[in-house]
């Protein structure tokens, strides 16, 4: 089992930026692929950014890429999504995501474990 925890979101104005945190624990993510996915109400859980824990490779949804930016602490076992030039468009509920032996999945349905997700609000 793999518990994953986000911590990071809030209320911004738009332009503005925000830094989401995703602590995991319950055994070694070697192997893993921990990604961020994003949720309005009424509309599907969308890809917003992945990295594969045991190598260099980071890949982003199209609403992500240019703005946002992936990265992981090996030492704490966190994976962060850095969010800048956010619009309202970002408005959302945001979820950290694992799934073992799925390389670069974007379909939320191959993923095991999921954090309980972390509201951002973007104002105008």
């Known amino acids: 089992q793999v518990q994953l925890v986000e911590s990071g979101g809030g209320l911004v104005q738009a332009g503005g930026s925000l830094r989401l945190s995703c602590a995991a624990s319950?055994?070694?993510?070697?192997?893993?692929?921990m990604s961020w996915f994003r949720q309005v109400p009424g509309k599907e859980r969308e890809f917003v950014a992945g990295l594969i824990w045991s190598g260099p490779m980071t890949y982003y949804g199209d609403s992500a890429k240019g703005r946002f930016t992936i990265s992981r602490d090996n030492v704490k076992n966190t994976v962060y999504v850095q969010m800048n030039n956010l619009n309202i468009e970002d408005t959302a509920v945001y979820y950290c995501?694992?799934?073992?032996?799925?390389?670069?999945?974007?379909?939320?349905?191959?993923?095991?474990?999921w954090g309980q997700g972390t509201q951002v609000t973007v104002s105008s």
């Open positions: 995501a694992a799934g073992y032996a799925i390389a670069r999945a974007y379909s939320h349905y191959l993923y095991n474990y």
């Open positions: 319950g055994r070694a993510l070697s192997g893993y692929t």
